[in-house]
């Protein structure tokens, strides 16, 4: 099941990553990298923290084949800007929510608690978007006052631990933590909720340019 759920999490992302990259008109080289990056870098980096070898799209070597096919049968296909940006929300909703679960119950299998599972579970969702973004020289989403990201990745993983424990059912607790991810993520998208920015203020005394502290 875990295997399904990560192939299908490598497509979704990789499909993000293509669009990202077409958005910002680049040539079928930077297609590719920042497809592979996107769907690779999260799920690299907790194999690192969970010393896993070999990296799991190493183990799975089909996985960067189809990563390449894709990113190449993008590359023929010609879109406009405006339609890359409208189908952009999906795979990038689909992509955090089986990755951060994938990597939730990896880190589970390799013996962490409860906490490190999830945090692990959202590095895996959410580091591919933001390195791939700091790649297209854009802000990572992770870091901008936008809408939720990695809380919807936190969220879901606990949303699994949690069906796991009550019903014992873990293809259950899978689907129940992939679908919390996704339709919070999108919800998040579709009504712009965000978490509260920090904003500093200045008064009279401090015009000269100094921040003080909210």
Request: charged share 10%.
């Amino acid at each position: 099941m875990l295997s399904l759920i990560e192939l299908g999490a490598v497509v979704s992302s990789a499909v993000f990553g293509i669009l990202l990259a077409r958005k910002n008109r680049l040539d079928f080289i930077g297609v590719f990298t920042v497809a592979f990056i996107t769907a690779f870098a999260g799920g690299t980096l907790r194999d690192l923290f969970l010393d896993r070898q070999p990296l799991f799209w190493i183990a799975n070597d089909h996985y960067a084949v189809i990563v390449f096919l894709l990113a190449l049968a993008s590359t023929l296909i010609p879109a406009k800007t405006s339609q890359v940006e409208a189908w952009l929300q999906i795979p990038d909703a689909l992509g955090l929510g089986l990755f951060a679960i994938v990597g939730a119950n990896h880190a589970l299998e390799a013996g962490t608690s409860l906490f490190i599972a999830s945090l692990m579970g959202v590095v895996t969702g959410t580091a591919g978007g933001a390195i791939s973004d700091v790649t297209c020289n854009e802000v990572p989403r992770l870091f901008k006052a936008t809408s939720l990201y990695a809380t919807c990745a936190f969220a879901g993983c606990w949303s699994c631990f949690a069906v796991q424990l009550v019903l014992g059912r873990s293809d259950i607790a899978l689907f129940v933590g992939i679908a919390v991810v996704v339709i919070s993520r999108l919800v998040a998208i579709r009504l712009n909720i965000c978490l509260p920015e920090h904003k500093a203020t200045y008064n009279d005394a401090n015009s000269s340019g100094k921040t003080v502290g909210n």
